[in-house]
């Protein structure tokens, strides 16, 4: 596994319970056996005793929360043709672009841990993508995610190519279209139960401020 | 040039680099028999651990026993394909709900116009939800679910709705991202026969003849 831990995100409330707006989510008192496997799991993989409210959401049907930690595991959270900072990158811009605050957050907090500058995340966010903080091939990149996230049936080879022209792989330009159509999928599930942010790059950037 | 190889999808060393797996099986069976292929093989042959879960994923959510009939989730899946302007995907996904449903006409209604159609009202609420789902997730609110309750709908039967078309968004853009082709209303008609009676898991190479046909 390759997620740096952090410790005030480790130390996070390992019982605070999650509300989302719209809908229940499974809590650890109500989950069944097979949920508690699950999430032990999660806590063991990535060291952190809070349980993500994305996977209790999921977890309303043990099988899709197996499936979509399968999923999350072989696209996200590994080192791919594209590494983990790209990989979290496009996860906040297209999170954003659905305006899924929840994943905004989240994989905003996973892209600074990954070596994101404060000025790439916030150009990310709001999808100012002629930002200094974004290189061209980066730009090229997002202005591609962004294209399969509004509007996928009008791509055309042309894009492709302009994505190649920019400096990547087809290899890269595939596990990018994989990474930005998941995220169509997790940012809805989000936004239909109404999870609620984190905060955790709130907490991040406040534990930067005590160390600098 | 009798030789010439069609392309699949957009990304040609994807294509020219299956991964070992089902889907590499059935394309080079497929290529074998010289019969007509899914675009979509080729993706789902990039990382089969991907493949693998997504399947998997989908079958629990579109196809096992559930609150809502897996007739009325393939008819969110194309309904959302449609709002998506996803072709292939609503073609596929048309032709399972209409073998599901038995009524090719009623799903044909829907996708243009789901309104006027004659779905029951209660079905058409879920509908709309999972519409609104897909062109404005970000505005969903809870008097949204309360709508869908007051229609009749419990917590389980939104969750699988709430799935199905969060799902079809996901295949959606993997489908038209990497530039899947449509293929004729044959194969399209078979797949829907196949998938309406085992769904989605693919543990072995398909059948071909009976998967696709011949030209």
Redesign the interface.
Known sequence: MTTPQHPKIAEGGASRPIEA????VVGEQTASPEVVRLYAQFRKAFGRPQVPGILKCFA??P??LE??M??AQ??LFVDGALDRRHKEMLSAFVSAQ???AYCTDSHGFSFRVHGGSPEALEAVVVCRLESEAIPPPQRALLDFARK??QN??A?T?AD?EEVRVAGW???Q??EM??L???F??????V????LPSQELLAIYERENEHHA | MPDAVVPHI?????EANPQPGPYSNAIAAAKRAGTEYWGIWN?LA??P??A???C??SH??MFEEAPISSALRELIAAHTSSL????FCMNAHASVASHLYGDKDLVWSVLHDLESSALAEKDKALLRFTGK??LD??????T??DVLKTAGWD??S???A??A???F??????V????VKLVSEEAFRNLGERMARAGYRREQPPNLTREVGKE
């Open positions: 707006a719209n809908l229940p309303t049907h099988p899709l499936h979509m399968g999923l072989s696209m659905n305006q899924c399969i996230t996928s049936q791509i080879p492709v792989s087809d290899l330009i595939a279209i994989h930005t159509a998941l169509a999928c997790f940012n809805r599930v936004n239909a139960f109404g | 957009f990304l040609g060393e994807v993706i990039f990382r651990s991907v693998y879960h997504l998997e994923l629990e959510l998506n302007r996803c072709e789902l897909t997730s970000g505005s969903i609110a809870q949204d679910i917590e389980t939104i969750y699988y709430i799935g078309c969060a799902l968004n996901f295949y959606n853009r993997f038209s991202g990497n530039g």
